[in-house]
């Protein structure tokens, strides 16, 4: 099994850099990752990490550390839409999708 | 492509009703899961399928809950009788498994009331 945590609640200022962190004990896995998901819908992706390293999308980026066992999103230049709960998930081997608890982001102006 | 389909979308039933949700893989994908989302617990995995096949349930949380997948584009998910704390929100998702797109469906929205 695994355990996944995230902090439960984060603000931020419109504009701003933001980092979500997730810390993870598991005997293995094949990526990490993250999810956006709005208040009343479904989960939508966002980034996956497999390697070691920073991968970045636009506005968003992502960063794992299996030695530390340890990832990160950044959201960069926030926008109000961006209010949001995002999810860190492990992929098992097999395809197994396992979620942590997610982080709620608030965007204020 | 039509995406994940779930429905129905909302079902409110009364404490001990038997209830079916549904879901429409989209073509090509594999891998069926089965998750439940509450305030209190997150998003749970129920179960999944690779290929029709039920490859972990563990996380069903008892008898009352049952998953098949009758062919590799349609699954249910069963609870009978249903409980008010089954309450939540139901999801599936599915994958090819030869990439990282797990896709979402809209959700089944449960009140056992």
């Known amino acids: 099994g695994q355990n996944i945590d995230q902090p439960t609640e984060m603000t931020a200022t419109e504009g701003a850099i933001v980092q979500i962190n997730c810390t993870y004990q598991?005997?293995?896995?094949?990526?990490l990752f993250w999810y956006q998901q709005h208040a009343g819908e479904a989960p939508t992706f966002l980034s996956y990490?497999?390697?070691?390293g920073l991968e970045e999308k636009g506005r968003f980026s992502s960063f794992l550390s299996r030695s530390k066992g340890y990832s990160y999103l950044l959201l960069k230049e926030l926008q109000m839409k961006d209010s949001a709960s995002y999810l860190c998930a492990l992929q098992e081997y097999g395809n197994k999708l396992v979620f942590g608890a997610g982080t709620i982001l608030r965007v204020k102006s | 492509d039509a995406g994940v389909i779930q429905s129905p979308r909302h079902e409110v039933t009364e404490m001990g009703q038997e209830v079916t949700l549904r879901c429409k893989l989209i073509s090509g994908h594999n891998s069926l899961f089965w998750y439940r989302q509450t305030m209190m617990r997150g998003l749970e995995l129920l179960i999944y399928?690779?290929?029709?096949?039920?490859?972990?349930d563990s996380g069903m949380p008892e008898d009352r809950f049952s998953a098949k997948m009758p062919n590799a584009s349609f699954s249910t998910l069963k609870i009978q009788p249903s409980e008010p704390r089954d309450s939540a929100v139901y999801f599936c998702a599915s994958t090819t498994g030869q990439d990282y797109g797990y896709t979402f469906g809209s959700g089944t929205r449960l009140t056992v009331v």
């Open positions: 990490n497999v390697l070691d």
């Open positions: 598991t005997s293995g896995f094949n990526g």
């Open positions: 399928f690779n290929n029709n096949v039920p490859i972990d």
